[in-house]
């Protein structure tokens, strides 16, 4: 089954840029979906395709994807930032939904 | 507003079984494929199960295919995801999720806010 590899955290200072990767066998083939996740709380859609920002997304969020890594940027980031991100994918041989392992992003 | 609402969720001992629903408002819930996702505590997330708008097509994640199943009537705007013999490692919060686009295209825009399964003897 296909697998996608987060790093467990990201620690960054307010202000500064955030990266976090999630890597998979030639996901640059395929369509990545960013969720963010904050303690007791639902997921929510952060980027989609790749690069879109979901409705009510500020700028400071980006996504790229490239190769065997797909990456979400946090520019300046905030306080409010901190959160758990888990990147998404649909592998079509399988037709399952694949999910990363999860990054916790700590605002220092 | 769109609003997505699980429930039936609780403590059950493993081998038994549990139907979750997923209430659906705000939205043409018949236009849109669903899927369940979970979450066992301090893990990551987890996809489980999709199906079509129409209920015709289904898929189920490897670890609960043969003993989940999804469903859904469009009469009663509700999604569905029946689990039998269960485990103890499906200890988990499960969440809604709407499929965006129509047909579908992987991403997962709306949530519910979950309910929690604990299976535990």
């Known amino acids: 089954s296909y697998v996608l590899t987060q790093p467990p955290s990201v620690s960054v200072a307010p202000g500064k840029t955030a990266r976090i990767t999630c890597g998979g066998n030639?996901?640059?083939?395929?369509?990545v979906h960013w969720y963010q996740q904050k303690p007791g709380q639902a997921p929510v859609l952060v980027i989609y395709?790749?690069?879109d920002r979901a409705s009510g997304i500020p700028e400071r969020f980006s996504g790229s994807n490239s190769g065997n890594t797909a990456t979400l940027t946090i520019s300046r980031v905030e306080a409010g930032d901190e959160a758990d991100y888990s990147c998404?994918?649909?592998?079509?041989?399988?037709?399952?939904?694949?999910f990363g392992t999860g990054t916790k992003v700590t605002v220092l | 507003q769109v609003q997505l609402v699980e429930s039936g969720g609780g403590v059950v001992q493993p081998g038994r079984s549990l139907r979750l629903s997923c209430a659906v408002s705000?939205?043409?819930?018949?236009?849109?494929?669903m899927h369940w996702v979970r979450q066992a505590p301090g893990k990551g997330l987890e996809w489980v199960a999709v199906?079509?708008?129409?209920?015709?097509?289904?898929n189920h994640a490897d670890p609960v295919k043969g003993r989940f199943t999804i469903s859904r009537d469009n009469s009663k705007n509700t999604l569905y995801l029946e689990m039998n013999s269960l485990r103890t490692e499906d200890t988990a919060v499960y969440y809604c999720?709407?499929?965006?686009?129509?047909?579908?295209?992987?991403?997962?825009?709306?949530w519910g806010k979950g309910t929690t399964v604990t299976v535990s003897s």
């Open positions: 395709h790749d690069s």
């Open positions: 199906i079509s708008y129409d209920g015709s097509n289904k």
């Open positions: 998404q994918v649909w592998d079509g041989s399988s037709d399952h939904r694949v």
């Open positions: 030639n996901v640059g083939s395929k369509s």
């Open positions: 999720a709407r499929d965006r686009h129509t047909p579908p295209d992987g991403v997962m825009d709306v």
């Open positions: 705000g939205f043409t819930f018949r236009s849109y494929a």
